[in-house]
């Protein structure tokens, strides 16, 4: 499962700070500037002779109350530019504060449409942001969003109605064939070798078309709408029933399993059918992709808020690259592991892990074969919702 990324430090709010602080250092820098040019002013004194001459003790007199003068003005222009000093450095530090509130304000209709479009999924399309407010740039960005969502929500209305209409119109037909083949071949009288030989190869055929129609049913109706249904499945008992109703497949192709198995009462908490069905896929594909006298470890375990399930299978050495992609839609390996299947258990376990809030592991062995590993979340007491019993 993908983890979301970690926002980065460098926000649209503290940009929106940053700014706010550099516009009012440069305006408070040039009211600065305009104040120390006006005291700059005022401390020139202005001298003026007497026309008469004065008398000289009366000129020194003057002279000294001049540069006295001059002096508290030098020293008023700089106790204003000291202060002018602090009070910019006092009020850099209360814009940033304050333009960090006035960019969260503002950017606080956009965290609510975050939180709600990270909350809406294909379970609940018909969610709507509803932002209020006025006609602005976030109100529409809210209204564009949800147009999409009710676009979005037709689309998978669309195909969940494709699919149900898909399963009925298909798998008609298939009986009707199935019914052919069997009243042709009850006819009386003897019945060639020939039609009994192509009835039954008709027969397997159908078969795989079934089983191909079904995988393609499960995998739509898993990744696009239908939520499974939530009740508590012990994993350790469903694994055992798996490989106990598939013992004469193992035995008929030789194959040894070394199972360690987690019988305790550690359990998961989804859909039983599709838990089933994955596990079951899981452990077929172990089986088919095997060569005749080959081995199977499957372990089963429980860390922590994770239970897991383990199945390694030996073989030749594999292509890394192409096993990461066996969990898409028909794809396969080489010809050493080529089987009668439709190409859709591992994309099937993929589909149904992810549906519960698990994941799908494919590993290439270094020494040769195939690990897949399935992670899903344990069922706990605290876990559980009011109402569903532990």
Do not use: C
């Not at 850099?92 to 990270?118: D, E, K, N, Q, W």
């Not at 676009?151 to 209305?157: D, G, K, Q, S, T």
Request: proline share 6%; no cysteine; net charge neutral.
């Amino acid at each position: 499962m993908r983890m979301r990324p970690r926002p980065s430090l460098r926000t649209v709010r503290s940009r929106f700070t940053a700014l706010y602080g550099v516009v009012f250092l440069l305006s408070g820098a040039g009211l600065l500037a305009i104040v120390a040019i006006v005291a700059s002013g005022g401390s020139r004194v202005s001298e003026s002779a007497p026309a008469n001459g004065p008398i000289p003790e009366s000129q020194a007199r003057v002279h000294q109350l001049q540069d006295e003068l001059a002096q508290m003005h030098t020293d008023q222009a700089r106790q204003l530019l000291l202060a002018s000093l602090i009070a910019l450095g006092v009020m850099a530090a209360v814009s940033v504060v304050l333009g960090r509130l006035i960019a969260g304000r503002v950017l606080r209709p956009l965290r609510t449409m975050t939180t709600a479009t990270r909350r809406i999924s294909a379970d609940n399309l018909h969610e709507r942001l509803a932002v209020p407010g006025p006609a602005d740039e976030v109100k529409d960005l809210a209204d564009t969003i949800d147009e999409l969502l009710e676009r979005l929500e037709n689309a998978f209305a669309a195909q969940r109605r494709f699919v149900a209409d898909a399963s009925h119109e298909l798998r008609t037909p298939l009986a009707t064939m199935r019914a052919s083949l069997d009243v042709a071949v009850a006819k009386p009288g003897p019945v060639p070798a020939q039609t009994t030989a192509l009835a039954g190869r008709l027969r397997a055929e159908l078969d795989q078309i079934d089983e191909l129609l079904d995988g393609f049913l499960v995998l739509a109706r898993t990744r696009h709408g239908e939520p499974p249904d939530r009740t508590p499945l012990p994993f350790g008992p469903v694994v055992s029933a798996a490989l106990s109703a598939r013992a004469a497949d193992i035995a008929a192709k030789g194959l040894t399993v070394h199972e360690t198995i987690d019988r305790d009462d550690a359990r998961v908490r989804g859909s039983r059918t599709l838990l089933r069905r994955m596990i079951d896929n899981v452990v077929d594909n172990a089986i088919a992709h095997n060569h005749d006298g080959g081995w199977i470890r499957l372990a089963t375990a429980t860390d922590g808020a994770t239970v897991h399930l383990v199945v390694e299978t030996g073989g030749p050495v594999l292509d890394p690259g192409e096993v990461a992609e066996l969990a898409q839609p028909f794809r396969r390996l080489g010809a050493d592991r080529t089987g009668t299947g439709a190409g859709l258990g591992l994309s099937i376990v993929a589909a149904i892990a992810a549906a519960h809030g698990g994941e799908l592991d494919l590993r290439a062995r270094p020494e040769g074969g195939l690990r897949v590993g399935v992670s899903l979340p344990a069922h706990t007491a605290d876990s559980a919702p009011a109402g569903v019993p532990s």
